[in-house]
């Protein structure tokens, strides 16, 4: 395993929408453990591919310790009607975080490393992280999802405390 070199925003690939994953041999599952120790040395809860550059739909969730779920070519079939609000950050933007309001709980689809579909429902907080981090593949880094007055305050901090 590897920790890989995070992209700070605002690089192009948190930008930018990830291809599906096509191939499921053993590069996808070392790029899976590399994202595990990433995101663990940030330290984060959750990482995308692209947040170390690499376009591909592929993210790492480790909610509890040693919780480790992999989420391959995810897609949300559904979501709730009731939604909850949760402060929200990146790895990519450490330091700087902001309430952001989203369904309470989702329905996805995925595939493991292997390359086998799941369906899983998400419910809390774990629901507030996969939204978060299938945005991130979409190409929607967290920040569009508030205000503009609270993006703008959020991104000026940001690049004062780049200087």
């Known amino acids: 395993m590897a920790i890989r070199s995070l992209v700070r925003y605002p690089h192009p690939a948190l930008a930018a929408k990830c291809e599906p994953v096509t191939d499921f041999g053993p590069e996808l599952a070392q790029l899976a453990r590399d994202l595990l120790e990433t995101m663990r040395a940030a330290p984060g809860v959750g990482i995308t591919a692209a947040h170390i550059g690499v376009l591909q739909r592929l993210f790492v969730l480790e909610l509890k310790p040693g919780d480790v779920r992999t989420y391959v070519n995810p897609d949300i ?7 909850m609000r ?7 933007m450490p330091g700087s975080t902001e309430e952001v309001e989203r369904p309470s709980s989702v329905k996805l689809r995925f595939q493991d490393v292997s ?3 799941h369906e899983e429902l998400a ?3 774990h629901a507030i992280c996969i939204q978060h981090e299938i945005d991130q593949l979409d190409g929607m880094f967290w920040l569009k ?3 503009k007055l609270k993006r703008d305050r959020l991104i000026r901090k940001w690049e004062k405390s780049q200087r």
């Open 77 to 83: 079939l559904e979501t709730s009607a009731d939604t």
């Open 86 to 92: 949760q402060m929200e950050g990146s790895v990519s």
């Open 115 to 117: 390359g086998q579909w």
């Open 123 to 125: 419910e809390g907080f």
């Open 145 to 147: 999802r508030l205000s």
